[in-house]
Structures are given as structure tokens and as C-alpha cells.
């Protein structure tokens, strides 16, 4: 293979996803390793393994293609112990026997989805529409135990925002004993309803999609207690639901159920517990001028009751038990990955870059687990830790030797080789790309910016994520490859994230350029800021175009993929967090519409937009091109047919690549 060979290898191995481990689970006692792997690195069918921590053997426990099935397993839940595993494969649910490797079918009434068992391992909740269902583990006694009273009503699912934008992706939760359940009941009749069609074929029906405009109404969601034993009682849980509209998280651990809300202007969050006959109290109350930053895994609880959940203090982001810090200063909380007695888990970062595993006990305070660049993950259990950095996962467990999970994801056919930098008065990070063998000599380079630079994402880590094989197969074809993370990134600290509150477009731009700048003033042999173009996808698209229209005494060209151009047009909690409520600060939206801009267009402009995007929906592009056209702005748009907000096809993702290289070099005259 070469180098040109990248794009289709994307989308071959799914972004080398493919043949690495997921998912992996210690048993209750540590003895095992549960989780999932294909066979190879394009190979797309996932199986379930198991990895004994004593021996270092690995077993194939569930091989998708002996059950008669075509498609792989894409999760499982276990009992509190793990020796029994649940899934749903091809329609069917499933229960297997993870020591023995022996599995068979459960006859249900509909296709299972959100497969849960309970801890016990007496039954296996399921939804299926809208409804949330439970069977016995023996197969009998398959019923409803709450159904949708109408269309667009479910139980047991997680709504769209919860999904996307809070870290909660899931819509019902076991008590303890398995007699009960914690569900979401989620009514989206007063949402927005959108349709998607392919223009391809006429003759297709429209997808409808309820989705939230900033501005307009949420899902309504409640939670209900639902026993299942004796009198199966349905109980709501109630509180402030006027003042407290987000439900950001719940569970339900041995003290209880609990429940953590939030504020529609997402300046307060309240933690809840929850009691038997719905009535809650108040545990936590965390308050921001701004917003209150949301983490995964948080709030939750030790084994003795402490509440477990983070506090911005000053400019580090804390993680706090019982309400008290007990992270140092500059120390970043990203979030907990679990409790095991009065242990906690979790990731945190000293440099933005990095991401590193620690610890915290009560009694012996924080320690970090991991080391050298990345950023690292894990879980433990039973005495066994399971350490992630990238694809690579490795097995600890009392002082043994380290086990690693085998991977068989391919290798990128093309080696990233990022110059780290710290740029100008704010130190942004950055990384600059060359062409392989390119020497100072031999002249300077067109430049290509190839940003993300928006909240919830970092692009330059040490991670070796697979956008930074991306970056540098543009490098490779004569760029200078620049990648900048400026203001709103994470894991900064709370006053880098909020310092873009009210604009998400000038602060931004405004490092991007200073990066650049600064690049040039320390590599003037290397870059030529006569010929610069701009790349991005997402809010990395919306950067894009944002660039040439306000910007092209300094930009040239750009490429805008999936661009959301205007901010009216995207979900209420992910806009309203940075830019308020569109009705009480319409100016914050204003300042941020490339629709408004689009009479200023003076440099080449693609937009690529996927037909089928449920997230910036293609109303975006084709709204601003409609505006350029109008104002007599040339520009090329790229429609791709069945596309969602990243295509996936083999075929389109090469495609596509080509075509933006084309596109650039023929822009800057770099053919």
C-alpha cells in the first residue's frame, strides 16, 4: 500500500477501530477480562472475549458467526459478578455463560434494544418501541413493564441532547436487588419536527427527526420507579421540573436512586436523592455564571455514601468528595470512571496534551497510574486494572506482570510526525506537519490549517488519534499541515473554556490566526503565507468558512465540511450553553451567522455536506449557499448522498479526500 492509500484505510478499519479491544470489563473477583475485538483490522463483526489474568490466555467466549449471524456484537451488560453476559444480535436477545462459553436465544415480543441484566442475573430489561420491557433469564415471563401512552412518547431511551451533548446515553437503570428499575420516561411531542429525504429517490419517503432548536421546546422528561415484584408499583419521581428541565444523570447504587438535574439556562445543576415514594432531597447544588461543565461519570457514590462529583474553583476544574476538593490547583478533572469501595477512578490533566489515569482514596489521597505521553483510560475491578492509551490496552493486576489485550487494528499506512509548539502570549498548542523528507532548503510551503478548536474537543494531544494520520497525509502532498487548539478546548482549565461565552467566533479565529502568525515568525523558511487554506469539519467546518468570509487578507481558500453556518439551527443545550437563549441574546447569535456574512465571500469556498446529517442538517449548507448566490458570491458545494454527519462509506471517505486536495491545490495554485 501507499500513502494515497490512507483515505479508503479510514474507512476500512473504521479509523483503526477495527481488530482493538473495546469494552473491556474485569469480573467481580479480577480473575477475568471481558471485551470485544473483531479478527482483524477491517474485519467489522465483533466478538466476545475473555482474558484470564492469572495465565495471560485469551478464549473466544461468543463468536457472532456460530450463532448464524452476519453482523457483530456491538454491546454487552453482565450481572454484578460477570459470569453472565447479555446482547442483542440480529433482532435477538441473547444470554451467555462467560466462563463456560456456552449462550443461547431468549424469545422476546419485538426486537430488544438497550440490553441491560440485572445485577442479580434473574432478568434482562430491554427496550422495544418505546417500550421497556423485561424477561425472565430462563426465557419466561417476557412483559411490559411501562408502554408509550403515544407516538413520540418512549420509556427507557435517552432523548437526543442527552445523548449528545451530556455524557447520559442511557434511559433506565437496575436497583441493586433486581426488583425494581429507575426509567426515563422521555414525551417528545412539543419537539421540532425535521425531515431528511434523498433527492436521489424520489420515490423514498422523508426520515422524520424530532430534534430541539435552540430557542424552542425540549423532550419532556421524567423519571419513574418501576417495582416488579408484588404489587409492581409505578411511582413518578418528582421535582422542580419548571426550574430543572435537563435531566443530565441518574443511577442507582446501595444507598438508592439519585438523579442530577439542571437548569434550562444551564447555570445551576442539582443532585438529587431519590426516595421510595418519589420525593427527592437535595445532596448538591453546583452554580456558574456561566455554565455549569458537565463530565462524564459524574455524580455517583462511594460504597459509604460519599458523593463523588467536580467543582470548578479558580481555574481548575476539581474532583470533589462530599463536596471538598481533593485534586491539587492546575490539576483538570475530565471525568470518573468508577467507584470500587470508597475508590475512585478517574482522568485528569496537568498538561492539556496529555490525559492520565489516577486514583483517589481517602486515606492515601491521589496517585497517578499511568505515565508517558497519551491519553490514557481504564477501569478496574476486583483488584485488577485495565489501562488504555489509544487502541492499546493493557492488563495489571497485583503487582503481576502487565498483560496486553492482543490488538490486530491495522497500522496506519502513513506515520504521523507532528512538531510539537507553544504559540505566542496564550501558549496555544499546536502541531505543525511537514512533507516526509521536506528540508528547510527546499523552499516555503502552501499552508493548510486544519483545525477543530471548538468546546468538547482536542486535535492536538499526544494521543496519536487517527486525524492526525489525516493531517499528515495532506502534508505528504506539499502542505505545511497546521493544527492549532485555542480558546473553549478542553482541559485548560474553566477560564480558557468560558473565555468564548457569547462568541464562538472571534476568539477562535483570533487564535487561529496568532498561531499561524506566530508559526511563521518561528519557521519563515517553511511557511508561505501568501497561499493559506483552511480545512475543518463540524464547528472545525463552521471555523473554516468563518475564515475566508471575515478573514481573506489572511485566508485563501477553504473547505467547510457539515458546517453548522447558522447557530438557530442546532440543538438547545449545546447552543444555548455558549451563546444563551436565542430570544434573550439574539446579538450572541448574530455574531456568529455566516448566512449574514455571505455578500462578503472574496476567496474559493467548498462546503461538503452529508444529505442524510441529523446533526447539522443540510439546511445549513444549502441556506448558505443560497445566500452566496444571491449576493453573486462564486463557490462550490459537495452534496453527499446517504451521508450522515461523518461519512462512513469506503468509497465517499476516499472520494472525498481527493476532491479537498484537489480543490486546495487548485485554489492556491499548488497543482
Known amino acids: 500500500m501507499t500513502t494515497d492509500s490512507l483515505p479508503r484505510q479510514l474507512a476500512r478499519t473504521r479509523h483503526f477501530t477495527l481488530g482493538a479491544p473495546a469494552q473491556a470489563a474485569p469480573t467481580a473477583d479480577g480473575a477475568t477480562v471481558l471485551f470485544l475485538r473483531s479478527r482483524g483490522g477491517a474485519d467489522p463483526v465483533h466478538c466476545l472475549w475473555a482474558l484470564d489474568t492469572a495465565t495471560g490466555e485469551e478464549r473466544l467466549v461468543i463468536d457472532p458467526s456460530a450463532l448464524g449471524s452476519t453482523g457483530g456484537i456491538a454491546s454487552y451488560s453482565t450481572d454484578a459478578t460477570g459470569r453472565y453476559a447479555a446482547f442483542a444480535l440480529d433482532g435477538t436477545l441473547w444470554l451467555a455463560d462467560t466462563a463456560t462459553g456456552s449462550s443461547h436465544p431468549l424469545a422476546t415480543a419485538a426486537p430488544p434494544r438497550e440490553v441491560r441484566l440485572d445485577p442479580t442475573g434473574r432478568r434482562i430489561a430491554y427496550v422495544s418501541g418505546g417500550a421497556l420491557r423485561v424477561v425472565s433469564t430462563d426465557g419466561t415471563d417476557d412483559r411490559a413493564v411501562a408502554e408509550p401512552e403515544a407516538e413520540d412518547v418512549s ?52 426520515r422524520a427527526v424530532r430534534y430541539p432548536l435552540a430557542g424552542t421546546a425540549n423532550a419532556e422528561v421524567t423519571l419513574w420507579l418501576l417495582g416488579l415484584d408484588g404489587r409492581r408499583t409505578r411511582t413518578e419521581v418528582r421535582w ?89 490547583a492546575g490539576l483538570q478533572l475530565r471525568g470518573v470512571l468508577g467507584t470500587e469501595g470508597e475508590r475512585v477512578l478517574f482522568t485528569a490533566s496537568a498538561e492539556p496534551t496529555e490525559t492520565h489515569l489516577w486514583t483517589y482514596e481517602p486515606d492515601t489521597g491521589i496517585r497517578q497510574l499511568s505515565s508517558g505521553p497519551g491519553v490514557h483510560g481504564g477501569i478496574g475491578r476486583g483488584g485488577t486494572l485495565v489501562l488504555t492509551n489509544g487502541g492499546l490496552s493493557t492488563v495489571l493486576r497485583d503487582g503481576r506482570a502487565p498483560l496486553p489485550l492482543t490488538s490486530y487494528a491495522e497500522p496506519p499506512v502513513v506515520t504521523a510526525r507532528p512538531e510539537p509548539l507553544r504559540l505566542g502570549p496564550r501558549e496555544l498548542r499546536a502541531h505543525l506537519f511537514l512533507p516526509v523528507g521536506h528540508r528547510a532548503g527546499d523552499g516555503p510551503l502552501p499552508v493548510l490549517l ?59 479565529l483570533e487564535d487561529q490566526i496568532e498561531g499561524l502568525h506566530e508559526t511563521a515568525r518561528l519557521r519563515p523558511e517553511l511557511l508561505d503565507l501568501g497561499r493559506v487554506a483552511i480545512r475543518g469539519w463540524s464547528y472545525g467546518g463552521f471555523l473554516a468558512a468563518l475564515a475566508v468570509l471575515r478573514r481573506p487578507d489572511v485566508f485563501h481558500a477553504a473547505s467547510a465540511g457539515a458546517a453548522p453556518t447558522d447557530h438557530r439551527l442546532y440543538d438547545t443545550h449545546w447552543q444555548e450553553r455558549f451563546l444563551g437563549h436565542p430570544d434573550e441574546h439574539p446579538g450572541h447569535y448574530d455574531s456568529c451567522d455566516l448566512i449574514a456574512e455571505a455578500p462578503k465571500l472574496s476567496r474559493p ?12 442538517f443540510p439546511v445549513h449548507a444549502l441556506r448558505l449557499s443560497a445566500a452566496l448566490l444571491a449576493a453573486g458570491r462564486p463557490h462550490e458545494v459537495l452534496p453527499l448522498r446517504g451521508a450522515g454527519h461523518r461519512p462512513t462509506d469506503e468509497a465517499t471517505v476516499e472520494d472525498l479526500l481527493r476532491h479537498e486536495l484537489g480543490f486546495l491545490r487548485r485554489s492556491l495554485g499548488a497543482e
Do not use: C
Not at 456 to 481: L, N
Open 605 to 616: 469556498l467548498l462546503l461538503v455536506q452529508g444529505l442524510a446529517d441529523d446533526n447539522v
Open 450 to 508: 486544519d483545525p477543530y478548536a471548538g468546546p468538547a474537543m482536542q486535535k492536538v494531544t499526544t494521543g496519536g488519534a487517527w486525524y492526525e494520520q489525516v493531517s499528515q497525509w495532506f502534508a505528504d502532498q506539499g502542505f505545511a499541515v497546521l493544527v492549532v487548539d485555542g480558546r473553549g478546548t478542553p482541559g485548560r482549565g474553566p477560564h480558557w473554556e468560558k473565555s468564548i461565552w457569547g462568541d464562538k467566533a472571534g476568539p477562535a
Open 155 to 206: 420509556y427507557g431511551l435517552a432523548e437526543y441532547v442527552a445523548v449528545g451533548e451530556m455524557y447520559r446515553d442511557r434511559g433506565y437503570w437496575w436497583s441493586p436487588d433486581g426488583t425494581a428499575l429507575l426509567t426515563a420516561r422521555v414525551d417528545e411531542r412539543a419537539v421540532a419536527r425535521w425531515f431528511l429525504a434523498d433527492p436521489a429517490d424520489p420515490g423514498r419517503s422523508p
Open 240 to 328: 422542580d421540573r419548571a426550574a430543572f428541565e435537563y435531566l443530565t444523570a441518574a443511577g442507582w447504587d446501595d444507598h438508592g436512586p439519585y438523579a442530577a438535574v439542571q437548569s434550562r439556562d444551564q447555570r445551576t445543576v442539582r443532585t438529587l436523592a431519590v426516595g421510595a415514594d418519589g420525593a427527592t432531597r437535595v445532596l448538591a447544588e453546583r452554580t456558574d455564571p456561566h455554565w455549569v461543565e458537565l463530565l462524564p461519570g459524574v455524580p455517583v457514590r462511594t460504597a459509604g455514601g460519599a458523593l463523588v462529583d467536580t467543582a470548578d474553583d479558580g481555574d481548575t476544574r476539581h474532583l470533589t468528595v462530599d463536596g471538598k476538593p481533593v485534586t491539587p
